[in-house]
């Protein structure tokens, strides 16, 4: 698995950050405490986290053309023998392709971060003992007897903290800021029997990692128009103009 890791993250950064890029901090300007915390805080369970978030809110594209991508993740579950690996089941969607997938999250390190600023007037200023991210591998597999599959591989990011009654929690705490995203999971996604990969990134609220030309939004995630046929028009006619039946159809449990 090393070997192909490797490999991927070579080709993603020759093909994603050769040009600029934009939303590539996801700590959005949050000082980070160099000390490695994974000793102690590997055994809290982080499951929780990568299925907080609606669907919707999941933006994610493949390839070049930043044809849009939908990732559900169903169900996570902590390895009780390896604190540091999580098994995952879920499901894709590309143009309506929904595609089943397994695999696995293995966290390589735990940090925790100085934040100044505590959501809008400090208001969770007393709530918080400690912040922090979480980085780690993903590799998820899809079901090789379903159309058009492959495997996603690549780094995920994960902003947590742990309030004041020792609780992990999803860090959501500046969601309103501008530029705000979580749960970045950017890599590859490469089809079966094929040794060509495509970008493949998602994240909560914004596509991680990806050109500044395709979200024009400041406060929000706004995709240019030009990738509109790329499946983002029923976003923007949702959450932009606030028509009824692309709501409805961003709201749909594809999944299901």
Same mark, same amino acid.
């Given at each position: ?7 991927? /993250? ?9 040009? #600029? ?12 405490? $160099? ?5 102690? %805080?590997?055994?809290? &369970? ?19 053309? /930043? ?7 169903? $169900?996570?579950?902590?390895?009780? +023998? ?19 997938? @397994?695999?696995?999250?293995? @966290?390589?390190?735990?940090?925790? *971060? ?6 809008? &007037? ?11 991210? %979480? ?22 990011? $994960? ?16 969601? %309103? ?5 979580? #749960?970045?999971?950017?890599? $590859?996604? *490469? ?9 493949? +990134? ?11 030309? /395709? ?8 995709? +240019?128009?030009?990738?509109? &046929? ?9 959450? %932009?103009? +606030? ?14």
């Amino acid at each position: 698995m090393k070997i192909i890791l490797s490999i991927i /993250f070579i080709v993603h950064s020759l093909i994603a950050f050769s040009q #600029n890029t934009c939303h590539n901090d996801i700590l959005n300007g949050e000082k980070i405490d $160099t000390n490695d915390k994974t000793t102690q %805080l590997i055994e809290n &369970d982080f499951s929780d986290l990568w299925t907080k978030t609606d669907n919707y809110n999941v933006l994610g594209v493949l390839g070049n053309d /930043f044809q849009r991508i939908k990732v559900k993740i169903l $169900t996570i579950v902590k390895n009780r +023998n390896k604190p540091d690996e999580y098994l995952v089941y879920g499901k894709s969607n590309v143009k309506n392709n929904v595609c089943d997938f @397994v695999g696995r999250i293995i @966290v390589e390190k735990i940090q925790e *971060t100085k934040r100044e600023q505590f959501g809008v &007037d400090n208001q969770a200023k007393d709530a918080i003992k400690t912040q922090g991210i %979480l980085i780690a591998k993903y590799e998820f597999f899809e079901n090789k007897n379903q159309p058009h599959t492959g495997v996603f591989a690549g780094q995920v990011q $994960t902003k947590w903290y742990i309030n004041k009654d020792n609780q992990l929690k999803y860090d959501d705490v500046n969601l %309103l800021s501008d530029g705000y995203f979580n #749960n970045a999971f950017v890599g $590859t996604w *490469t089809m079966y029997n094929s040794t060509k990969s495509r970008i493949c +990134n998602w994240a909560d609220y914004r596509v991680p990692s990806i050109l500044c030309d /395709f979200d024009l939004g400041v406060g929000e995630f706004n995709p +240019n128009e030009k990738y509109f &046929d790329k499946g983002w028009q029923s976003y923007a006619k949702a959450f %932009l103009s +606030n028509e009824e039946q692309a709501k409805n159809e961003e709201f749909a449990e594809w999944w299901r």
